[in-house]
């Protein structure tokens, strides 16, 4: 159930808006490009040094 909202909540973004995910463990390697939806929307993605993933909506 956590991860329907959570992508509820990356699908509302706007352009240019990001959200912060604290995470305990990585558990698939983040990817250093730009990622697409079924949506037609990118995404860039990374991660920090203190354990948040940050997606950013071009």
């Known amino acids: 159930m956590m991860e329907r909202s959570l ?13 912060f995910i604290k995470v305990n463990k990585v558990k698939k390697r983040i990817p250093h490009h730009p990622v697409t939806d079924g949506r037609g929307r990118k995404y860039l993605v990374g991660r920090r040094s203190d354990g948040f993933i940050v997606i950013r909506v071009e």
Do not use: P, Y
């Open 7 to 19: 992508m509820d909540k990356i699908h509302s973004l706007k352009k240019d808006q990001m959200v």
